[in-house]
């Protein structure tokens, strides 16, 4: 049985370049970057959990929520297994961070969270907020149209990714393999990123205050099951 099934939606990503140096401190092990030249890339993403079921069972007020997260991109060492690793994830459902910490040490974070919809024929918006102490936004504006990702574009390196990384303790590793189809995605023709990556994840990614994104997606997203981790 899987662990977690949902719904992912409306899922924007602001992708930048940085040096790799940045983000080895937060490889776990087992694990390396996953790099297309000198400069890693990092995305800051938004997306919505709907008809959320843990254990198959919905959980009471947990059914549908939004997160934001920052993730990077890594291969499993001696494999062409690509996946990611997080760096923070937050929600407004304190017992998301306490089950997801608990049992996937992973890096989530709680505080007040607001997404927004606008549609018409033309365009859709999508707008993000969240607030560490100040209130931060994320905001892609695109055309309805799906399309679909093509082989070795930017599209198919940030978005087919199919397993999760965690560190437990320095010297072990648990993997969580992400189950979905193949998603389309959409044309973009308008981002807002008003976020203080300093506030919201600490000094180390003050860098990316002083960047714009190398590019802006946004994912159609899927039905969705997250399994049970396996130690590496």
Partial sequence: MSFLTS??????FANYKVLP?????????GTQLDLRGDLADISLVGLRFENTRILNLP??????????NLRFYVRQTGTNRRGVVFIKEI????????VANK??????????LGFQLEANKELHHVHY??????WQEMGVT??????SIEDGSNEQFILERYFG???YDPQTTYEYEVRHASWKHYKVTDHQINVNFEQTYGKEFAVLDTLEPNSVMMAHGSRISIENKRKL
Avoid: Q
């Fill in 21 to 29: 140096a940045l983000l080895k401190p937060y490889l776990p092990k």
């Fill in 142 to 147: 695109y055309e309805p149209a799906a399309l």
């Fill in 129 to 134: 907020k969240w607030k560490p102490k100040d």
């Fill in 7 to 12: 719904t992912w939606s409306y899922l924007p």
């Fill in 91 to 98: 929600v407004d459902k304190p017992l998301i961070t306490l």
């Fill in 59 to 68: 959980v009471p007020f947990h059914i549908n929520f939004s997160e934001i």
């Fill in 165 to 167: 990384y965690s560190s």
């Fill in 103 to 112: 049992l996937y040490n992973e890096r989530y974070d709680t505080m007040p």
